[in-house]
Protein backbone atom coordinates (compact mmCIF):
# COMPACT_ATOMS: atom_id res chain seq x y z
CA UNK A 1 0.00 0.00 0.00
CA UNK A 2 1.54 3.42 -1.09
CA UNK A 3 1.75 6.63 1.73
CA UNK A 4 -1.41 7.68 -0.15
CA UNK A 5 -4.01 4.49 -0.76
CA UNK A 6 -6.94 7.35 -1.67
CA UNK A 7 -4.62 8.12 -5.03
CA UNK A 8 -4.46 4.49 -5.43
CA UNK A 9 -5.73 3.37 -9.09
CA UNK A 10 -6.05 -0.67 -9.34
CA UNK A 11 -6.24 -1.33 -12.98
CA UNK A 12 -8.34 -4.31 -14.40
CA UNK A 13 -6.00 -6.90 -15.80
CA UNK A 14 -6.18 -7.48 -19.27
CA UNK A 15 -3.81 -9.11 -21.77
CA UNK A 16 -1.20 -7.19 -23.63
CA UNK A 17 -1.44 -6.98 -27.64
CA UNK A 18 0.95 -5.15 -29.56
CA UNK A 19 -0.50 -1.69 -32.33
CA UNK A 20 2.88 -1.32 -34.33
CA UNK A 21 5.84 -0.65 -31.66
CA UNK A 22 3.11 0.41 -28.98
CA UNK A 23 2.07 -2.28 -26.30
CA UNK A 24 -1.01 -1.75 -25.21
CA UNK A 25 -3.19 -3.22 -22.10
CA UNK A 26 -1.03 -5.42 -19.42
CA UNK A 27 1.05 -3.34 -17.67
CA UNK A 28 1.81 -0.78 -20.64
CA UNK A 29 0.88 2.64 -20.12
CA UNK A 30 -2.12 3.70 -21.45
CA UNK A 31 -1.68 5.07 -24.83
CA UNK A 32 -3.39 8.24 -25.83
CA UNK A 33 -4.70 8.34 -29.97
CA UNK A 34 -6.81 10.92 -32.06
CA UNK A 35 -7.98 10.04 -35.52
CA UNK A 36 -6.82 12.33 -38.39
CA UNK A 37 -10.13 14.33 -40.31
CA UNK A 38 -7.65 14.91 -43.73
CA UNK A 39 -8.53 13.41 -46.78
CA UNK A 40 -6.47 10.24 -46.16
CA UNK A 41 -6.34 10.00 -49.95
CA UNK A 42 -4.39 13.22 -50.10
CA UNK A 43 -1.18 11.78 -48.29
CA UNK A 44 0.99 14.66 -47.59
CA UNK A 45 -1.59 16.47 -46.17
CA UNK A 46 -2.26 13.53 -43.61
CA UNK A 47 1.26 13.12 -42.88
CA UNK A 48 1.52 16.82 -41.70
CA UNK A 49 -1.54 16.21 -39.81
CA UNK A 50 0.04 13.02 -38.02
CA UNK A 51 2.97 14.82 -37.50
CA UNK A 52 1.47 17.35 -35.53
CA UNK A 53 -0.84 14.82 -33.46
CA UNK A 54 2.31 12.92 -32.72
CA UNK A 55 3.84 16.15 -31.41
CA UNK A 56 1.29 16.72 -28.78
CA UNK A 57 2.27 13.42 -27.62
CA UNK A 58 0.23 10.99 -29.19
CA UNK A 59 1.13 7.02 -29.13
CA UNK A 60 -1.26 5.77 -32.04
CA UNK A 61 -3.28 7.40 -34.99
CA UNK A 62 -6.14 6.35 -36.40
CA UNK A 63 -6.70 6.69 -40.41
CA UNK A 64 -9.97 6.41 -41.96
CA UNK A 65 -9.98 3.99 -45.40
CA UNK A 66 -13.36 4.83 -47.17
CA UNK A 67 -12.16 4.04 -50.71
CA UNK A 68 -9.82 3.07 -52.62
CA UNK A 69 -7.62 5.83 -53.06
CA UNK A 70 -7.31 6.21 -49.30
CA UNK A 71 -5.85 2.51 -49.11
CA UNK A 72 -3.92 3.34 -51.77
CA UNK A 73 -2.20 6.62 -50.10
CA UNK A 74 -1.82 4.06 -46.92
CA UNK A 75 1.56 3.15 -47.52
CA UNK A 76 3.16 6.63 -48.27
CA UNK A 77 1.22 7.88 -44.96
CA UNK A 78 2.69 4.89 -42.74
CA UNK A 79 6.33 5.68 -44.28
CA UNK A 80 5.84 9.01 -42.88
CA UNK A 81 4.03 8.20 -39.61
CA UNK A 82 6.45 8.51 -36.42
CA UNK A 83 3.11 6.24 -34.75
CA UNK A 84 1.84 3.59 -35.45
CA UNK A 85 -1.51 3.29 -37.78
CA UNK A 86 -5.19 1.82 -37.12
CA UNK A 87 -6.76 1.93 -40.41
CA UNK A 88 -10.51 2.36 -39.70
CA UNK A 89 -12.46 0.14 -41.85
CA UNK A 90 -16.30 -0.42 -42.77
CA UNK A 91 -18.30 -2.18 -45.31
CA UNK A 92 -15.67 -2.95 -48.06
CA UNK A 93 -13.77 -6.21 -46.75
CA UNK A 94 -11.23 -5.37 -49.48
CA UNK A 95 -10.18 -2.18 -47.98
CA UNK A 96 -9.12 -4.16 -45.14
CA UNK A 97 -6.55 -6.19 -46.58
CA UNK A 98 -5.34 -3.40 -48.92
CA UNK A 99 -4.71 -1.49 -45.15
CA UNK A 100 -2.73 -4.37 -43.99
CA UNK A 101 -0.71 -4.99 -47.10
CA UNK A 102 0.20 -1.12 -46.97
CA UNK A 103 1.59 -1.41 -43.57
CA UNK A 104 -1.30 -0.67 -41.11
CA UNK A 105 -0.61 -1.00 -37.42
CA UNK A 106 -4.14 -2.13 -36.57
CA UNK A 107 -6.96 -2.77 -38.34
CA UNK A 108 -10.74 -0.83 -36.35
CA UNK A 109 -13.34 -3.29 -37.80
CA UNK A 110 -16.93 -3.89 -37.00
CA UNK A 111 -17.11 -7.91 -38.04
CA UNK A 112 -20.70 -7.64 -38.58
CA UNK A 113 -20.25 -5.59 -41.27
CA UNK A 114 -17.42 -6.50 -43.04
CA UNK A 115 -19.70 -9.32 -45.00
CA UNK A 116 -19.70 -13.03 -45.20
CA UNK A 117 -17.67 -15.53 -42.53
CA UNK A 118 -15.42 -16.38 -45.82
CA UNK A 119 -14.64 -12.63 -46.18
CA UNK A 120 -13.88 -12.01 -42.65
CA UNK A 121 -11.99 -14.58 -42.78
CA UNK A 122 -9.65 -12.96 -45.64
CA UNK A 123 -9.38 -9.70 -43.26
CA UNK A 124 -7.85 -12.15 -40.84
CA UNK A 125 -5.27 -13.85 -42.19
CA UNK A 126 -4.28 -10.35 -44.16
CA UNK A 127 -3.88 -9.20 -40.49
CA UNK A 128 -2.29 -12.04 -39.27
CA UNK A 129 0.34 -12.27 -42.45
CA UNK A 130 0.88 -8.87 -41.86
CA UNK A 131 1.29 -8.60 -38.17
CA UNK A 132 -1.88 -6.56 -37.53
CA UNK A 133 -3.82 -6.65 -34.35
CA UNK A 134 -7.64 -5.18 -34.74
CA UNK A 135 -9.83 -3.19 -32.63
CA UNK A 136 -13.24 -4.34 -32.71
CA UNK A 137 -15.71 -1.07 -32.63
CA UNK A 138 -18.90 -1.30 -31.22
CA UNK A 139 -21.03 2.20 -31.38
CA UNK A 140 -24.29 2.96 -29.80
CA UNK A 141 -25.55 4.78 -33.09
CA UNK A 142 -24.48 1.90 -34.80
CA UNK A 143 -26.15 -1.51 -33.62
CA UNK A 144 -27.08 -4.07 -35.22
CA UNK A 145 -31.13 -4.29 -36.24
CA UNK A 146 -31.42 -7.52 -34.75
CA UNK A 147 -29.82 -6.68 -31.45
CA UNK A 148 -32.18 -3.17 -31.42
CA UNK A 149 -35.45 -5.45 -32.15
CA UNK A 150 -34.12 -7.49 -29.33
CA UNK A 151 -33.45 -4.93 -26.86
CA UNK A 152 -35.60 -2.24 -27.93
CA UNK A 153 -33.02 0.55 -27.69
CA UNK A 154 -29.17 0.75 -27.66
CA UNK A 155 -28.41 0.42 -23.88
CA UNK A 156 -25.32 -1.54 -22.33
CA UNK A 157 -26.29 -5.02 -22.40
CA UNK A 158 -26.89 -4.87 -26.22
CA UNK A 159 -23.62 -2.91 -27.01
CA UNK A 160 -21.54 -5.74 -24.85
CA UNK A 161 -23.51 -8.57 -26.71
CA UNK A 162 -22.48 -6.72 -29.99
CA UNK A 163 -19.15 -6.78 -28.66
CA UNK A 164 -18.60 -10.43 -27.30
CA UNK A 165 -20.67 -12.08 -31.05
CA UNK A 166 -17.60 -10.29 -32.78
CA UNK A 167 -14.93 -11.29 -30.33
CA UNK A 168 -16.04 -14.79 -31.14
CA UNK A 169 -15.09 -14.43 -34.95
CA UNK A 170 -11.72 -13.22 -34.51
CA UNK A 171 -11.61 -16.31 -31.38
CA UNK A 172 -13.27 -18.77 -33.54
CA UNK A 173 -10.92 -18.21 -36.46
CA UNK A 174 -7.32 -18.43 -34.00
CA UNK A 175 -7.41 -14.68 -34.07
CA UNK A 176 -6.41 -12.81 -30.26
CA UNK A 177 -4.62 -9.76 -31.22
CA UNK A 178 -7.41 -7.62 -30.45
CA UNK A 179 -8.75 -4.59 -28.29
CA UNK A 180 -12.94 -3.76 -28.13
CA UNK A 181 -14.25 -0.11 -27.76
CA UNK A 182 -18.10 0.60 -26.72
CA UNK A 183 -18.70 3.88 -27.14
CA UNK A 184 -21.97 6.46 -26.98
CA UNK A 185 -22.68 9.35 -26.85
CA UNK A 186 -24.46 9.43 -23.58
CA UNK A 187 -21.69 9.08 -20.77
CA UNK A 188 -24.54 7.15 -18.51
CA UNK A 189 -24.28 4.35 -21.74
CA UNK A 190 -21.02 4.60 -22.25
CA UNK A 191 -19.96 3.61 -18.79
CA UNK A 192 -22.59 1.17 -18.04
CA UNK A 193 -21.14 -1.26 -20.95
CA UNK A 194 -18.03 -0.85 -20.64
CA UNK A 195 -18.03 -1.63 -16.79
CA UNK A 196 -19.85 -5.28 -18.28
CA UNK A 197 -17.28 -5.33 -20.96
CA UNK A 198 -14.55 -5.39 -18.37
CA UNK A 199 -16.11 -8.38 -16.45
CA UNK A 200 -16.92 -9.94 -19.53
CA UNK A 201 -13.39 -10.47 -21.48
CA UNK A 202 -10.26 -9.96 -20.76
CA UNK A 203 -8.66 -8.41 -23.89
CA UNK A 204 -7.40 -4.38 -23.73
CA UNK A 205 -10.33 -2.01 -23.86
CA UNK A 206 -9.95 1.39 -25.76
CA UNK A 207 -12.19 3.96 -24.45
CA UNK A 208 -14.05 6.70 -25.59
CA UNK A 209 -17.05 8.54 -25.26
CA UNK A 210 -18.44 9.19 -29.12
CA UNK A 211 -19.70 12.26 -30.86
CA UNK A 212 -19.00 14.00 -27.58
CA UNK A 213 -19.42 17.41 -29.24
CA UNK A 214 -16.98 20.54 -29.09
CA UNK A 215 -13.80 21.79 -27.79
CA UNK A 216 -15.31 22.47 -24.05
CA UNK A 217 -18.62 20.56 -23.98
CA UNK A 218 -16.63 17.20 -25.58
CA UNK A 219 -13.58 17.58 -23.06
CA UNK A 220 -16.35 17.74 -20.33
CA UNK A 221 -18.20 14.72 -21.18
CA UNK A 222 -14.75 12.88 -21.82
CA UNK A 223 -13.37 13.66 -18.53
CA UNK A 224 -16.46 12.49 -16.86
CA UNK A 225 -17.09 9.43 -18.41
CA UNK A 226 -13.59 8.28 -19.18
CA UNK A 227 -12.06 9.73 -15.97
CA UNK A 228 -14.52 7.63 -13.82
CA UNK A 229 -13.65 4.60 -16.35
CA UNK A 230 -10.15 4.88 -15.87
CA UNK A 231 -10.46 5.81 -11.74
CA UNK A 232 -12.11 2.35 -11.63
CA UNK A 233 -8.82 0.96 -13.37
CA UNK A 234 -10.80 0.50 -17.12
CA UNK A 235 -9.07 1.03 -19.66
CA UNK A 236 -5.62 0.78 -21.76
CA UNK A 237 -6.34 3.23 -24.52
CA UNK A 238 -8.35 6.29 -24.89
CA UNK A 239 -9.52 8.74 -27.41
CA UNK A 240 -11.14 12.56 -26.31
CA UNK A 241 -13.47 12.57 -29.85
CA UNK A 242 -14.09 16.30 -30.38
CA UNK A 243 -15.44 18.79 -32.80
CA UNK A 244 -11.58 19.86 -32.64
CA UNK A 245 -8.37 20.28 -33.88
CA UNK A 246 -6.97 16.73 -33.27
CA UNK A 247 -4.24 17.75 -31.19
CA UNK A 248 -6.81 19.44 -28.66
CA UNK A 249 -8.16 16.06 -28.32
CA UNK A 250 -4.62 14.63 -27.19
CA UNK A 251 -4.10 17.56 -25.23
CA UNK A 252 -7.47 16.71 -23.32
CA UNK A 253 -6.35 12.81 -23.30
CA UNK A 254 -2.81 13.78 -21.35
CA UNK A 255 -4.92 16.31 -19.05
CA UNK A 256 -7.36 13.67 -17.81
CA UNK A 257 -4.62 11.08 -17.37
CA UNK A 258 -2.34 13.41 -15.43
CA UNK A 259 -5.12 14.58 -13.31
CA UNK A 260 -5.30 10.81 -12.09
CA UNK A 261 -1.46 10.09 -11.80
CA UNK A 262 -1.72 7.71 -14.60
CA UNK A 263 0.30 9.64 -17.47
CA UNK A 264 2.76 12.45 -16.96
CA UNK A 265 3.69 14.74 -19.70
CA UNK A 266 4.41 18.34 -20.15
CA UNK A 267 3.95 21.17 -17.15
CA UNK A 268 0.74 20.55 -14.84
CA UNK A 269 -0.23 23.58 -13.90
CA UNK A 270 -2.16 24.53 -10.65
CA UNK A 271 -3.92 27.60 -9.92
CA UNK A 272 -6.22 29.39 -8.58
CA UNK A 273 -9.49 31.39 -9.96
CA UNK A 274 -8.33 34.40 -9.10
CA UNK A 275 -10.19 36.87 -6.33
CA UNK A 276 -10.07 40.32 -5.43
CA UNK A 277 -7.29 38.81 -3.08
CA UNK A 278 -4.90 38.62 -6.12
CA UNK A 279 -1.44 40.04 -6.28
CA UNK A 280 -1.56 39.89 -10.04
CA UNK A 281 -3.86 38.84 -12.81
CA UNK A 282 -3.78 35.05 -12.57
CA UNK A 283 -5.92 34.46 -15.88
CA UNK A 284 -3.80 36.25 -18.05
CA UNK A 285 -0.67 34.95 -16.59
CA UNK A 286 -1.54 31.52 -16.39
CA UNK A 287 -2.87 31.66 -19.68
CA UNK A 288 0.19 33.30 -21.24
CA UNK A 289 2.70 30.18 -19.49
CA UNK A 290 0.59 27.61 -20.67
CA UNK A 291 1.03 28.80 -24.24
CA UNK A 292 4.74 29.48 -23.95
CA UNK A 293 5.48 26.04 -21.95
CA UNK A 294 3.48 24.42 -24.27
CA UNK A 295 6.98 22.70 -25.87
CA UNK A 296 8.39 21.20 -22.45
CA UNK A 297 7.56 17.54 -22.23
CA UNK A 298 9.43 16.90 -19.47
CA UNK A 299 6.49 15.98 -16.10
CA UNK A 300 6.41 18.69 -13.51
CA UNK A 301 4.51 20.50 -11.46
CA UNK A 302 3.93 24.59 -11.43
CA UNK A 303 1.61 26.49 -8.71
CA UNK A 304 0.63 29.87 -9.97
CA UNK A 305 -1.72 31.41 -6.49
CA UNK A 306 -3.08 34.94 -6.70
CA UNK A 307 -2.31 35.50 -3.23
CA UNK A 308 -1.00 33.90 0.15
CA UNK A 309 -4.03 32.07 1.35
CA UNK A 310 -3.71 28.40 -0.10
CA UNK A 311 -0.41 29.75 -2.59
CA UNK A 312 2.42 28.71 0.11
CA UNK A 313 0.50 25.25 0.54
CA UNK A 314 0.33 24.69 -2.86
CA UNK A 315 3.65 25.89 -3.73
CA UNK A 316 5.24 23.20 -0.79
CA UNK A 317 3.91 20.05 -3.31
CA UNK A 318 4.65 21.35 -6.34
CA UNK A 319 8.33 21.39 -8.69
CA UNK A 320 8.22 25.40 -8.65
CA UNK A 321 5.66 28.09 -7.26
CA UNK A 322 4.51 31.79 -6.76
CA UNK A 323 2.55 33.23 -4.74
CA UNK A 324 1.36 36.51 -4.98
CA UNK A 325 1.77 39.15 -2.60
CA UNK A 326 -1.61 40.34 -2.36
CA UNK A 327 -3.56 43.48 -3.64
CA UNK A 328 -1.38 46.53 -4.11
CA UNK A 329 1.74 44.20 -4.15
CA UNK A 330 4.28 44.49 -7.04
CA UNK A 331 6.37 41.38 -6.24
CA UNK A 332 5.76 37.88 -4.92
CA UNK A 333 7.41 34.72 -3.61
CA UNK A 334 9.09 31.77 -5.60
CA UNK A 335 8.88 28.05 -3.93
CA UNK A 336 12.09 25.62 -5.20
CA UNK A 337 10.81 22.47 -4.57
CA UNK A 338 8.62 23.46 -1.99
CA UNK A 339 10.96 26.15 -0.31
CA UNK A 340 10.75 29.99 -0.01
CA UNK A 341 13.65 30.80 -2.46
CA UNK A 342 13.20 34.50 -3.62
CA UNK A 343 11.14 37.06 -4.58
CA UNK A 344 9.99 38.23 -8.53
CA UNK A 345 8.62 41.42 -9.75
CA UNK A 346 4.96 40.78 -10.94
CA UNK A 347 5.90 42.66 -14.09
CA UNK A 348 9.28 39.76 -14.61
CA UNK A 349 6.99 36.76 -13.27
CA UNK A 350 6.21 35.36 -16.72
CA UNK A 351 9.68 35.51 -18.41
CA UNK A 352 11.12 34.16 -14.97
CA UNK A 353 8.84 31.23 -14.21
CA UNK A 354 9.52 30.43 -17.92
CA UNK A 355 13.21 30.30 -17.35
CA UNK A 356 12.92 28.60 -14.54
CA UNK A 357 10.74 25.46 -15.66
CA UNK A 358 13.11 24.98 -18.80
CA UNK A 359 16.02 25.23 -16.42
CA UNK A 360 14.30 22.48 -14.32
CA UNK A 361 13.56 20.63 -17.45
CA UNK A 362 17.16 20.36 -18.53
CA UNK A 363 18.17 18.94 -15.12
CA UNK A 364 15.36 16.44 -15.09
CA UNK A 365 16.34 15.61 -18.40
CA UNK A 366 20.28 15.45 -17.63
CA UNK A 367 19.93 13.13 -14.34
CA UNK A 368 17.59 10.56 -16.35
CA UNK A 369 20.13 10.29 -19.40
CA UNK A 370 22.99 10.04 -16.84
CA UNK A 371 20.45 7.28 -14.78
CA UNK A 372 20.08 5.71 -18.23
CA UNK A 373 23.56 5.76 -19.13
CA UNK A 374 24.25 4.33 -15.74
CA UNK A 375 21.87 1.15 -16.35
CA UNK A 376 23.52 -0.05 -19.25
Known sequence: MSVRPWRDIERRKSRQIMVGNVPVGGDAPIAVQSMTNTLTSDAQATIRQINEIAEAGADIVRVSCPDKDSTAALSEIVKGSPI???????????????????????????????????????????????????????????????????????????MVESALDHAKILQDNDFHEFKISVKASDVFLTVAAYHALAEAIDCPLHLGVTEAGGLRIGSVKSAIGLGSLLWAGIGDT????????????????????????????????????????????????????????????????????????NGPGEARETDIGFTGGGAGKEHGMIYLNGDVDHRVDNSDLVDHLVELVEKRAAEIQAEEAKQSVAAE
Open 84 to 158: PIVADIHFHYKRGIEAADAGAACLRINPGNIGSAERVREVIKAAKDNGCSMRIGVNGGSLEKDLLDKYGEPCPEA
Open 238 to 309: IRVSLSADPVEEIKAGFDILKSLGLRHRGVNVISCPSCARQGFNVIETVETLEERLAHITTPMSLSVIGCVV
